[in-house]
């Protein structure tokens, strides 16, 4: 094993008893507010930092234009929202605008929509699945602007799912490094694609004895911190 992975092994064991105990603790009963706020964070943060995506979901929220009990068709939904997401943002002081207010408004709408039509709201539709992985290919259907990434990040957060892996640039940064990935190897494709990069990680998880969903965890918080310089691929003896 060469001395990059070396440092981040022996990182991960450093930090992993400390996630699994913090995991273990977390209550995941969430309301229904709090699950349509989650999942409005996970859809907002595609291509944008998710602080920004949070904030932004703050205003959503604020207009409870999501809220099961305030009854509007697709349009009226898509209106509200883009009111909210073309609201300045405070963040750290600083005042920003969220990137995709239209496009964004209307993956919400036609999100809330899709879901209510079949359950009273989002809660009792998590309540019938489940099955991690028949839930989350329910997400990626139903709600539009939803990748398996961002819907195994829904289900953590909100169910404490964690035999799902969430495989962000850091997460892939490792794998290329750990000789997981090819070097070069693009992020996965599809959702095919994204089960195929799941399944390598999770054999190498269970391999060295970790969940997956804490594992990759461990992944994402050492590979933020790692030297960046130490992660490129020259370095790597």
């Given amino acids: 094993m060469n001395y ?21 603790a977390l209550n995941m009963h969430l309301s229904e507010q709090d699950l349509w ?25 604020k207009a409870r234009a999501l809220a099961p009990d305030l009854e509007l068709d697709v349009k009226a939904c898509e209106g509200l929202l883009l009111s909210a997401l073309s609201r300045p943002l405070s963040i750290a002081g600083k005042t ?52 398996p990434k961002q819907a195994s ?38 959702y095919a694609g994204y089960l195929r990069s799941e399944s390598v990680l999770r054999g190498h998880a269970s391999a060295m004895g970790y969940r997956l969903g804490l594992f990759d965890y461990a992944v994402w918080i050492t590979m933020r911190v790692l030297d960046p310089g130490m992660t490129s691929r020259d370095q790597v003896i």
């Fill in 4 to 24: 990059v992975c070396d440092r981040i092994h022996g990182a991960i064991a450093a930090i992993y008893p400390d996630i699994e105990q913090s995991a273990t």
């Fill in 153 to 190: 990040m829904f289900l953590r957060n909100c169910r404490g799912e964690y035999d799902l892996a969430i495989i962000d640039r850091h997460v892939l940064g490792y794998m290329h490094i750990a000789g997981l990935e090819e070097i070069g190897s693009r992020p996965p494709i599809g």
């Fill in 96 to 147: 920003r605008h969220y990137r995709f207010p239209k496009s964004k408004a209307r993956q919400l709408s036609l999100a809330k929509s899709s879901i209510l039509q079949n359950y009273d709201s989002l809660s009792a539709a998590l309540a019938s699945l489940d099955d991690a992985e028949l839930a989350r290919q329910w997400l990626v259907q139903k709600v539009p602007g939803l990748g």
């Fill in 37 to 61: 706020f989650e999942l409005s964070c996970c859809v907002l943060s595609s291509q944008v930092p998710y602080s920004l995506a949070c904030a932004a979901a703050v205003e959503v929220r």
